[in-house]
């Protein structure tokens, strides 16, 4: 049984010349939320469509529920709940009468599917407003409904929160975590917006330009999102290990960044402490000094550019 509720290796999609997506290997674990972030136009929404058997790989390989998806399609996806285009509702119905035809579609037999989805959703049951009187928001929480009226174990939500206003933005932010730490479910969102995802999410996926730049729990992300202590030295991985052994520095506050990098998060430490005991050690310090980056610092530094909303 594989760890991972999605897991690809070497997803490629290419479009001509050009490659939509490249090379990305995902690993989702269970009952997580899942951002995959990334500027728009950056292979999130091709990615998606991937896992969701909409568009065929050029290479590479998925698995869902630790099963190839390739051949399995049919066991896989009635357990897999998506919101990637916007469904096509009808405007002349409610939104209960919309999702009693997907409901007849699907075969759901639970007779309560349709209230529990929208009351996870905070939209009226039988109400007598129509889909085209809807808001954005109000539309977007109907296609959410939709997408879990059949009680999937995994979601995959393309933007849940583009275009909607803060308070919006917030119910959605609410029910997904709710979906989540209440009823088991395996989320993966994505989103152009930084700020969203570091509230959400438990693990992150960085991407840009097609390519999957990294992957990490939003827990160490954010450890790049404060003060630390930056050395440029030779052997940091020996550096680190004398620090641990010389400073009682535990192995957590420190990590090895490239060939001659050191980030030491213990800020209780001083520079002062620190270069004796390389430098009696046979170790060269070229460079000490204090950072303070951001998370949408760190991000820029990643992806080589502006930065994510």
């Known amino acids: 049984m594989s760890q991972y509720m999605i897991e690809t290796n070497d997803l490629t999609k290419k479009y001509g010349e050009q490659s939509g997506v490249f090379g990305a290997s995902l690993h989702i674990k269970p009952g ?24 065929a790989p050029t ?51 639970n007779p309560e599917a349709i209230r529990e ?3 996870l959703v ?4 039988k109400d007598k407003k129509l889909f085209s009187q809807y808001s954005l928001g109000m539309k977007q929480r109907l296609a959410i409904a939709l997408a879990i009226m059949h009680d999937p174990d995994l979601l ?19 029910f ?3 979906l989540c730490r209440e009823r088991g479910k395996t989320i993966m969102i994505s989103s152009h917006i930084l700020s969203e995802i570091a509230l959400l999410a438990d693990d992150i996926g960085i991407i840009d330009h097609g390519r999957l730049l990294e992957e ?24 680190g290990n004398l620090l641990a052994e010389r400073l009682a520095l535990p192995a957590a506050d420190y990590e090895a960044d490239g060939e001659n990098g050191l980030h030491i998060y213990n800020m209780q430490v001083q520079i002062q402490d620190i270069l004796p005991v390389l430098v009696q050690n046979g170790l ?26």
């Open 32 to 55: 997580r939320i899942y951002g995959l972030l990334g500027r728009n136009g950056a292979g999130k929404t091709t990615i998606m469509r991937m896992l969701l058997g909409l568009t």
């Open 59 to 109: 290479s590479g390989q998925i698995r869902i529920f630790g099963k190839p998806l390739p051949g399995n399609e049919t066991r896989i996806l009635p357990h897999v709940g998506s919101l990637i285009e916007s469904p096509g509702f009808y405007p002349n119905l409610t939104g209960t009468e919309n999702l009693r035809i997907f409901a007849r579609l699907r075969r759901i037999k």
């Open 117 to 119: 989805a929208l009351a």
């Open 122 to 125: 905070n939209l009226p049951y």
């Open 156 to 174: 995959i939500l393309d933007e849940p929160i583009n275009g909607l206003d803060p308070i919006g933005i917030a119910e959605v932010r609410d």
């Open 176 to 178: 997904i975590r709710k």
């Open 216 to 239: 990490e729990s939003l827990e160490k992300l954010e450890r790049k999102n404060s003060r630390y202590i930056y050395l440029e030295v030779s052997e940091p991985e020996r550096a």
């Open 284 to 309: 060269s310090v070229s460079c000490a000094k204090i950072c303070e980056d951001t998370l949408e610092d760190y991000f820029k530094k990643v992806t080589g550019g502006e930065g994510i909303a």
